[in-house]
């Protein structure tokens, strides 16, 4: 008997592709629009609340407001109950701050089991750490070449 | 008053259309929860490196700076509002603008992290 | 074409099955037939790793003791599960004084370990084997997908890993139901690559065996009063349907362990999964209806799809592999 070739069926993956269940896409198109909108409703809220009665304005608001709404998904995570938010808004959670918040801690948690060094610390970035990578990495070009433009038009 | 009220409703309205535009990108491509942080963060850096995304941001307030988005944006104007001031802060201007977020995410994560263990899953 | 089916002469017995599920499988179908049902599926201690080597650890000492045979009878144990390097299975044998025989072959490890098991009495080199697997929902989402606390949707196509572990001792002693024939499968991979996907990946495997079987028994399914496969889920009973329809055979008296271990709501999506999911099933609910005669003589075929975090990253497709038994009560 000789080896066999690799067996790929075109007609069976084909096949899976038509019988495979979709996702009910209005309904979770809408959950997403409403959770998401209400996370973005809280941030603003949040915005008011720290201009009017704290009185801080300009990039220390938006600084604020993220961290306040940071704090939220980590602690909504660490009470167990973003990951069912996120299983009914799929999108509308994960998108929003929260939703990063979310992707660091949750990572934090699960293996702390490891230890606190290689564990929590190493992996508290296995899912968010591309975000941070790819955003330095993004925000590095854009101020070089911006730095370059400027100087030419200058 | 009401352009308080319609403040919040135009951040509803931003909010949830940016996040619906998510959820059909999982629907369509079944992208993960990681890949769909990174695109959208870089959305926003690209649409603010052309100078675009602030134009969302002063309308929509926190419907376009809660999404991941907004978090591209930060890191985007950071560097070139760091441009204007020679080659090494365009390169640490964006971080520095986007530090509040990072830090919150650390220190956070890892406070949480030493209070919750993950709870065991039936649904 | 080379021979893939033992027929066993002296009749190895399964005499005696032991069960432990969580809370969620508790509350579901099966849930009445499972001797322990935990109520924290964290079974006291610290990490759901440690748990799910406790369940086996339990299950296997519990299989023996029912049996009413004294742990030094007992001459090997044949175990694996999911998690890397089969640790729950390895740590849980820590606790025995008998050798230990580590066998992996994902979810169709408990068939896998049976044959094993048979051949091993058959042949007269052992007189009681104890085979067990398990698996825990919590310890396969972090090894296989995500932290649990992370908040992403299920596709629709996945499977929900159960958590529980099965045991079962097979010997030679008494009036139990028999194994005849074991079926050893090929590796059989149409190039699915969807790791949430795992139905479609092990259906064509499930097909090859189950028509290997008939053919090398020379029987039909009609032959059978059950044929149980492990955890295609429902999406992968509905492609193996068509499968084994195009290779001219219908199987009306299929059903699939892990289509029956959850009612199927919405969250569960395509059903059960998991090492633990067929042991589970059999050991519990099937036994049960074999020792009443209930079922006279059925297949019990697990499948498993041999896929690993690094094969999925990596792009690779994902190989499908089932091995079936033929039992008689």
């Given amino acids: 008997m000789k080896a066999k070739t690799k067996d790929y069926n075109e007609e069976y993956l084909n096949l899976v592709k038509r019988l495979a269940p979709r996702t009910n896409e209005p309904r979770s198109l809408f959950n997403a629009f409403i959770v998401g909108g209400f996370i973005c409703i809280i941030g603003q809220f949040i915005r008011y609340f720290l201009m009017y009665v704290f009185g801080i304005y300009g990039d220390e608001l938006a600084g604020a407001t993220s961290m306040v709404l940071i704090f939220i998904g980590c602690l909504l995570t660490g009470l167990g109950v973003y990951d069912k938010i996120g299983h009914y808004a799929g999108g509308g959670s994960i998108v929003p701050i929260t939703g990063f918040a979310n992707s660091v801690c949750s990572p934090a948690m699960e293996f702390k089991s490891e230890g606190y060094v290689y564990g929590l610390a190493a992996k508290m970035f296995v899912v968010a750490g591309p975000i941070i990578v790819y955003g330095i990495s993004a925000s590095v070009a854009t101020g070089v070449v911006y730095y370059f433009i400027n100087l030419l038009s200058a | 008053m009401w352009d308080i009220v319609f403040m919040y409703l135009k951040a509803f309205l931003v909010g949830g259309a940016i996040c619906t535009l998510a959820q059909v990108l999982i629907n369509t491509t079944k992208m993960t929860s990681g890949r769909i942080l990174v695109t959208f963060m870089l959305l926003g850096a690209v649409l603010q490196a052309f100078g675009v995304y602030e134009l969302l941001i002063n309308f929509a307030g926190a419907g376009a700076t809660v999404p991941i988005s907004g978090f591209g944006y930060l890191l985007a104007e950071g560097a070139i509002n760091g441009a204007k001031n020679g080659l090494f802060s365009a390169i640490t201007g964006g971080l520095k603008a986007a530090s509040a977020g990072i830090t919150a995410a650390v220190v956070f994560s890892f406070i949480m992290a030493l209070i919750f263990k993950p709870k065991s899953k039936i649904n | ?329």
């Fill in chain 3, 1 to 329: 074409m080379g021979k893939s089916t033992i027929f066993f002469k002296n009749k190895p017995r399964i005499i005696s099955t032991y069960t432990i599920a969580g809370p969620k499988e508790a509350q579901a179908n099966v849930g009445k037939f499972i001797h322990e049902t935990l109520i924290d599926d964290r079974f006291g201690e610290d990490t759901f790793e440690k748990a799910e080597c406790k369940m086996l650890s339990s299950c296997i000492q519990k299989a023996i003791k029912n049996s009413g045979k004294s742990l030094n009878e007992i001459d090997a144990l044949i175990s694996g599960d999911l998690l890397n390097q089969i640790i729950s299975a390895s740590f849980a044998a820590r606790d025995y004084d008998f050798s230990y025989i580590g066998v992996y072959n994902a979810c169709s490890t408990i068939v896998e370990s049976m044959s094993l098991a048979g051949a091993l009495v058959d042949g007269g080199y052992m007189k009681n084997v104890v085979v067990a697997t398990g698996s825990h929902f919590a310890t396969a989402e972090r090894q296989y997908r995500y932290p649990l606390e992370l908040g992403s949707t299920r596709p629709p196509q996945s499977q929900w890993t159960v958590t529980g572990a099965g045991a079962a001792l097979v010997s030679t002693d008494g009036i139990f139901p028999k194994i005849l024939s074991a079926t050893f499968g090929k590796v059989i991979d149409f190039g699915v690559t969807d790791a949430n996907n795992m139905g479609a990946a092990m259906a064509p495997s499930a097909c090859e065996t189950l028509v290997t079987l008939f053919n090398e028994t020379k029987t039909s399914p009609s032959d059978y009063d059950l044929i149980l496969t492990g955890d295609l889920g429902a999406l992968g009973t509905r492609l193996l349907k068509i499968l084994i329809e195009k290779r001219g055979y219908t199987i009306d008296n299929h059903v699939d362990c892990g289509e029956i271990v959850y009612n199927i709501k919405e969250e569960e999506y395509q059903g059960g999964s998991g090492a633990g999911c067929s042991a589970v099933v059999f050991n519990s609910y099937i036994y049960d209806k074999l020792l009443k005669g209930e079922i006279k003589k059925m297949i019990f075929m697990a499948t498993g799809a041999l896929l690993s975090t690094v094969s999925t990253q990596q792009g690779e497709s994902i190989p499908g592999i089932s091995h079936a038994v033929v039992i008689e009560s």
